[in-house]
């Protein structure tokens, strides 16, 4: 080390210590303490951080979304609202226009015990074929169209399994809720027309990547979507936007009865279509309801080695979507659509969309189920500020998940949906 | 499994064998021959893809940039465009407005042989405090203002670094390399006033989860900023702008000769403020001239588990930048501002930001230098159109990288940017 910066070495060190003292910077020595560093906090009495995290987590803690729901809105304002928000989604979406491609293809037919199989292949833009299974009951036909479903899978399930048939590739079939997963499958029995999609570079839509490794590249390629301008839900809301598209020129079915369902990453399209879609009937939301913003904001505790919870993966990112809205915004805005939560979620935000249900007078249209742990209001904290700090696990306990039973409830679903599509046949 | 689903596996098994033979699916035994599926091919008559990775392949291949730089622009041409891409880059780097916002406060200055150490803290946003350091030649004064640079570390460098200071948190200290970093000290004995901004997640910008990992968890607040409708850069970007602001209020800095000075990671809010402040008299890009969308395309050969090359973190995500440029087409726009790059890059790039030199009758206001591995033309792979199917190693090799030898070329760019601020006093 040059002489001269030798000597200047202490005082710069010294100054610099003396401002820079506390949460902001210092080093910390492995393991830390992961409770005492749970809060992102600045010691300065301007309140202001150093460290960009800190800089970060006070635009998260103060963002107020410009197209949040109040549930204060009138009638009038409500309307009004879910327009916009519908606008500002579609502009999100970024779908791609379409100019002219080639006729869907039917790949193939198989007749099952009450219903046929059909696997169909469309291309949705140059350069691009995607497949899906419709399973059609022996009850629809032109004279009697039936309602139905597009379902969308879990994060690294398969059409296939959605439809209670082989795995293409074995890598796809996990044993554990493998029954329970078959959505497409159950809504068949109900007479309903049920579709299933393959979520975005998983299972028949994986590269040799995905192959080996289920879900393992998908990140790469939604980064290069959202280099592009694009993003991962924009890809998968855009088939299903395709694929509802010619389902309703289908003439079994009744397009006045069309329904999405959706399952853990599924939800996503789901949530996506039902806001930018007049046209449906009816939402099955197998999830937890997260709003995001407060999810990130409260998730702040560090492991031992001193990493803090990271963000869900890239193919969760809408860019600039908090700036607008977040999920439970975009719920509301469904109203007075038939809605099913399956698996609760932060009970103050259900609240807010079931307020939205209230203004739209259609408090009757939307159900809400918790998992069994929680189903009794005791065992939630309902009424209690999330605090920030919280690992995973934390932020479930208050958000009122019970992950190993994450998956389909079709015991839940299946009635309701058919209530919903088949109101007078319908069994008590 | 239930009977009908066995009676039923055989035919839609081989049914759908049959159409999704080839690169598109199939089972792949581990370890995989990378050399084999370095490609990402479909081998469908009609050229489409059901792998995602594919489609979205086949988008970067095709992608047209709005905003490229056309070579053959008349002068004309280049001025109009110049102020699009300038235009575009502000909207795309969305800059929050600012209100009001205290004065920036000096924490301290201490002498030093042939300059002062300046330590300055700013206030950009409500919740942010920013420092840095600012080196100031004995001969800069309100009488003869000195010119200035604004000098932007490499990924994991700190501002102290840069300014030969002792680190605040030893975990910053790296030996290899550290004499050469040491930017804005070099730049300093040359009579210029020399400023050095940490990056964002940075040395003091860091919270305690970089502290205790270097650049750890960058990636989790990038994200969040991309949700929130910004990004890393952007956030760079903009802590430079307000330095540079508060820079042309010294009496002692001559406002028309003000430079910018980046090394690695450094060198994108060099890129942003060089295309969108047209008062930026000369800048230093210490770092290959990187095609991202090529580079993109072209790196797809997966290890042998299976996995592609992995898109760069999240802190050199801008959404939708690829659907107006790239960083070349941005470097073209600079032209005809002094520019000079060490460490070479792709040639084929180089030769189109060096016809924007031509255009704007500056070729001898660019200074391309290799390293030196490449600097004899014979060397480098000029004319060879770069292939899909590499790996990070293969690219860097069409793309003429040394990566041992990435480091700040004060030898380089020392002597240039004295020649360029100080054109009467530079040393022949």
């Not at 820079?20 to 560093?37: K, V, Y």
């Not at 299903?240 to 399209?269: C, H, K, N």
Request: glycine share 6%.
């Amino acid at each position: 080390m040059p002489r001269f910066i030798r000597s200047f070495v202490f005082a710069v060190v010294l100054s610099s210590l003396s401002l820079a003292r506390g949460a902001d910077s210092g080093a910390i020595a492995l393991p830390l303490d992961p409770a005492q560093h749970k809060l992102i906090e600045t010691d300065r009495p301007d309140g202001r951080y150093l460290a960009t995290r800190g800089f970060v987590q006070s635009l998260m803690r103060n963002v107020r979304p410009k197209l949040a729901f109040d549930p204060n809105f009138t009638d009038a304002e409500f309307v009004r609202w879910k327009a916009q928000v519908r606008e500002k989604m579609l502009e999100l979406m970024r779908f791609p226009a379409v100019t002219s491609r080639p006729e869907p293809r039917l790949l193939s037919r198989a007749p099952r015990a009450g219903y046929a199989i059909e696997k169909w292949e469309i291309y949705p833009l140059p350069g691009w074929a995607v497949r899906f299974l419709m399973l059609v009951p022996d009850s629809a036909s032109s004279r009697t169209p039936a309602p139905a479903v597009v379902c969308f899978p879990g994060s690294a399930r398969s059409k296939e399994s959605l439809a209670g048939e082989a795995e293409l590739n074995p890598k796809y079939a996990y044993p554990v809720h493998a029954d329970e997963c078959r959505m497409a499958y159950y809504y068949a029995q109900q007479g309903i027309v049920a579709v299933a999609v393959d979520n975005p570079g998983i299972a028949e839509m994986s590269d040799i990547g995905t192959y080996v490794v289920p879900g393992g590249d998908r990140t790469t390629f939604s980064r290069y979507l959202i280099d592009l301008g694009w993003s991962y839900l924009g890809c998968s809301a855009f088939v299903g936007e395709q694929v509802l598209g010619w389902l309703r020129s289908r003439d079994f079915v009744d397009r006045q009865r069309i329904a999405l369902s959706g399952q853990s990453l599924g939800t996503e399209p789901v949530i996506a279509l039902a806001v930018i879609d007049p046209g449906i009937h009816a939402v099955v939301y197998n999830d937890f309801l997260c709003p995001n913003i407060m999810r990130a904001t409260v998730s702040t505790k560090p492991t031992a080695a001193g990493v803090r919870p990271a963000a869900n993966d890239l193919t969760h990112c809408i860019p600039g979507m908090w700036e607008w809205f977040d999920y439970p915004d975009l719920m509301a805005s469904v109203a007075p659509t038939p809605l099913l939560f399956t698996e609760g979620g932060v009970t103050s935000e259900l609240d807010r969309v079931r307020a939205a249900y209230r203004i739209t007078q259609a408090p009757q249209l939307i159900e809400i189920h918790y998992y069994s742990k929680y189903q009794n209001p005791e065992s939630r904290r309902d009424g209690v500020k999330i605090p920030e700090g919280l690992d995973a696990e934390e932020w479930y306990r208050y958000a009122n998940v019970d992950p190993p039973n994450h998956y389909f409830h079709g015991d839940i679903a299946v009635p309701w949906l058919t209530r919903v599509l088949h109101p007078l046949k319908a069994k008590p």
